[in-house]
């Protein structure tokens, strides 16, 4: 069983503060992917990454930027945050042949005041 | 383009009744993967089971089962004798079998079982 680990769990900030939310996995898993989710809605993938130095945007557009300097750690960062970034972050990875599933870490619910 | 559709929002049956989560997908691929993901109240998104294209068998694990059809291109989930614990929002989901393998979502069925 994959292990990823995300933090902050919750998150309350104030408009214009620069946010980093954390990504770690430990199954040493070549993919990973950050999702944003509205309450009650669907996922939407907003970063992905094949390996190190390996970083694409997704299918919904997102002011975030990501980094993958370590195969392990995969932050994202918002520059200047607003209150239409107030969502939950779910961060996931998967690794070996054939499609393997993605696992996904608990989640960051940021919100933006 | 690929897509995925729930078309049942919300459900809601007494515990130890049977109920079924329906997901009917579009894609141009001829191989691919299915998927549903459970995510409970706290959030985390827990897998139950992937699929390829070419395995049409059904499965079954316990209370739950999966039912694939490619000729109607829908992957239906079964839940017999519910339970309380099953409560939750059930995701659907396909990815391309090459490449990155993202993720594309339905829109989720949120199930309420009730004692």
């Known amino acids: 069983e994959a292990d990823i680990y995300q933090t902050p769990r919750y998150l309350v900030i104030g408009t214009g503060k620069k946010i980093t939310l954390e990504c770690s996995q430990t199954m040493g898993h070549d993919k990973m992917y950050w999702y944003q989710q509205d309450p009650g809605m669907e996922l939407h993938l907003i970063h992905y990454s094949y390996g190190v130095n390996s970083t694409e945007k997704g299918d919904l557009s997102s002011e975030s930027t990501v980094s993958r300097i370590r195969t392990e750690h995969f932050p994202l960062t918002l520059e200047s945050a607003r209150p239409s970034h107030t969502s939950q972050y779910l961060c996931?990875?998967?690794?070996?042949?054939?499609?393997?599933?993605?696992?996904f870490g608990d989640g960051t619910r940021l919100s933006i005041l | 383009a690929q897509k995925v559709t729930q078309a049942q929002t919300e459900i809601s049956v007494v515990e130890k009744e049977d109920v079924t989560l329906d997901c009917v997908y579009e894609t141009r691929d001829t191989t691919y993967y299915l998927f549903w993901y459970k995510q409970p109240p706290s959030g985390e998104l827990v897998f139950l089971i992937r699929r390829n294209s070419f395995d049409e068998q059904n499965e079954i694990s316990g209370r739950y089962s999966w039912n694939f059809q490619k000729s109607t291109s829908s992957f239906n989930f079964t839940i017999t004798a519910s339970q309380v614990v099953d409560s939750a929002v059930y995701f659907c989901?396909?990815?391309?079998?090459?490449?990155?393998?993202?993720?594309?979502f339905g829109q989720g069925t949120r199930l309420t079982i009730n004692p």
């Open positions: 996931a990875s998967s690794g070996g042949q054939g499609n393997q599933p993605q696992h």
């Open positions: 989901a396909l990815s391309q079998a090459w490449g990155a393998q993202k993720l594309v």
